[in-house]
């Protein structure tokens, strides 16, 4: 594969960008694999990635029944960030934005991390203290946070009324090195570099049952015929329960849809990501100039990948209270994506009751700043047996009540 | 946006006059029970990609909880019946199975 740097850049210019090639290769469905991945969005891929660079095992196939990115990797709002409370988050959402900080150099893509500083308001006397707690456990965990005034809010991002009659602003949780990243770059990325190392990523590829024999699996079926694997890794969010009950197990997890909207461009305005909790709003300027705004999720189990227009109005209705200048803007487009969450709002990586299948799910609203730690974690899972940074996040958790409560931290979708 | 028909004040209520109370007709387990039961009736829930049966709050209305049936697939609404069932009307039944042959829900359809 070429690699890409600014001389193949001028390179392709002088002869009309003829010679690029794929970024990676078609394939067809080789009889057995020693890992198939089922998913290609962000946390499959780089479960791949992270197998072949960290372990040696590229003798791998990622399925993916539609197309590499198109589930929530694809439809989120790009928010990175580590200021979790809990120390096991801390070490996996720390892990995922260290790695972040060098993706474009490690993937040979520039997947656009933009370390710009986010910050999460606090509107109500609760959320100055639960924020000012989760202050002082990241400095213990070694995680860049600091609890800043109002005035310091104000100068950060200007385009905000910090005195708004319902819900002033009464400080903030800043992360100056949190930020944003192209969603669709981080799937292409990863993808370019599996496909690189020789593994196969089999698209409109849907699995459709999980073969056992013995408590032990044996392969998948899937719309392009069966094909055999010693371990099998499923990633597939919104669709976990429907994958596990294809193997014979069952998840604490239910799917419910996350929706997201962007307004027209606009001139450069806000410079910093800012996530507003009790409104449920949360908005960030993209590059090419949209306001990328997310709310809440709906209350009830939903895989229809849409939104609803109350969402969109209660979360406008809200943010336009403290961003008075978005009140003139047209919105351009809304999306649903379909997210899997958790009673205690932390992931699942874990071995399951199936010998040689591993599954990572419950990233719900919050996953996609967790996609390289994420891989880490469940390649070294797959390829070892345990996994230092997958530990506590294991399924075993809520038989033995030891949950990683993140439901003060993730409080909105992001 | 989904509509249901309050089988109580018989109100064809919208979204936002409803909350969601997730999965109906859970069987709980207390102390005593064994670990396992114990897990599945505090976490495991059916998060089926097709008919679910549920439970709704006329929250904005008359206030009452009832039951519903309803794809998660499609959103749409096969029925909805009072909070005190115990198990799925057998007209909501059939009007699932002629449209989802084979339908199956826990051990209740
Ligand atoms: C609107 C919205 C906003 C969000 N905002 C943020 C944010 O700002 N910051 C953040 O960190 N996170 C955010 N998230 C969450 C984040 O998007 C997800 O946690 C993350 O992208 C999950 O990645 P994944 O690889 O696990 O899942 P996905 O990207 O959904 O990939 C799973 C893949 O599995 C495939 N699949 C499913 N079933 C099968 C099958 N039977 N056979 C083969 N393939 C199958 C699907 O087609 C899909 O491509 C947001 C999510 C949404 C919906
Ligand atoms: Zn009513």
């Known amino acids: ?414 | 946006m989904l509509i249901f028909e309050c089988p109580y004040c018989g109100v064809m209520a919208e979204e936002t006059e409803l909350t969601a109370g997730g999965e109906a007709h859970v069987k709980r387990f207390g102390p005593g029970s064994s670990d396992e039961d114990f897990e599945t009736y505090l976490f495991h829930r059916e998060n089926p990609k097709g008919v679910h049966f549920e439970r709704w709050r006329h929250a904005n209305g008359c206030g009452k909880w009832f039951l519903a049936a309803r794809c998660t697939n499609t959103l749409e609404v096969f029925g909805t019946y009072p909070a005190q069932t115990t198990r799925p009307p057998e007209p909501i039944l059939e009007a699932i199975r002629a449209k989802r042959p084979g339908f199956q829900w826990r051990d209740l359809a």
């Not at chain 1, 690699?3 to 990676?24: I, K, M, N, P, Q």
Request: proline fraction near 4%; charge should be neutral.
């Open chain 1, 1 to 414: 594969m070429k690699r890409y740097s600014a001389f193949a850049v001028a390179r392709e210019a002088l002869r009309d960008h003829t010679g690029w090639g794929r970024a990676w290769h078609k394939a067809q469905p080789k009889k057995r694999y020693d890992v198939i991945i089922v998913g290609a969005g962000g946390h499959g891929l780089a479960t791949a990635y992270y197998l072949g660079k960290n372990f040696g095992i590229t003798n791998v196939a990622i399925l993916e029944k539609g197309w590499l990115g198109g589930g929530n990797t694809g439809r989120n709002t790009t928010i990175i960030r580590s200021n979790y409370l809990q120390d096991p988050s801390a070490a996996i959402y720390e892990k995922a934005r260290g790695l972040y900080e060098t993706l474009s150099q490690d993937l040979n893509y520039n997947v656009m991390f933009s370390p710009r500083g986010v910050m999460m308001l606090a509107q109500t006397e609760h959320e100055v203290r639960g924020y000012q707690r989760t202050a002082h456990a990241n400095s213990l965990q070694g995680v860049e946070t600091e609890f800043i005034s109002p005035k310091q809010v104000k100068e950060l991002c200007p385009i905000m009324n910090i005195d708004g009659p319902r819900y002033p602003v009464l400080g903030a949780l800043w992360q100056p090195r949190g930020g944003t990243a192209r969603h669709d770059a981080v799937a292409w990325g990863y993808a370019r570099k599996c496909s690189e190392m020789g593994m196969d990523i089999l698209q409109k590829c849907e699995v459709t049952g999980v073969r056992t024999e013995g408590g032990k699996v044996q392969g998948v079926e899937t719309t392009l015929g069966p094909i055999d694997c010693d371990k099998l890794g499923l990633v597939v969010a919104g669709h976990s329960s429907v994958l596990a009950e294809q193997a014979g197990f069952r998840l604490p997890i239910e799917s419910l849809a996350l929706q997201a909207l962007v307004s027209e461009p606009i001139k450069p305005c806000m410079d910093v990501v800012v996530m507003a909790n009790t409104v449920h709003g949360y908005m960030s300027q993209s590059d090419k100039g949209e306001m990328v705004i997310g709310g809440g999720t709906d209350g009830f189990n939903n895989y229809t990948q849409r939104g609803s227009f109350h969402h969109i109005e209660e979360t406008v209705r809200a943010l336009i209270e403290t961003f008075p200048m978005l009140s003139r803007l047209k919105m351009l487009r809304q999306w649903g994506g379909i997210v899997d969450m958790t009673g205690d709002r932390s992931p699942i990586i874990s071995s399951t009751p199936v010998g040689g299948i591993f599954i990572n799910c419950g990233w719900g609203t919050g996953g996609f700043k967790a996609i390289p730690g994420s891989g880490w974690a469940m390649a070294e899972l797959m390829a070892k047996g345990h996994s230092p940074l997958a530990e506590d996040f294991g399924l075993n958790r809520f038989v033995e009540g030891r949950f990683i409560d993140e439901s003060v931290a993730a409080g909105v979708a992001h």
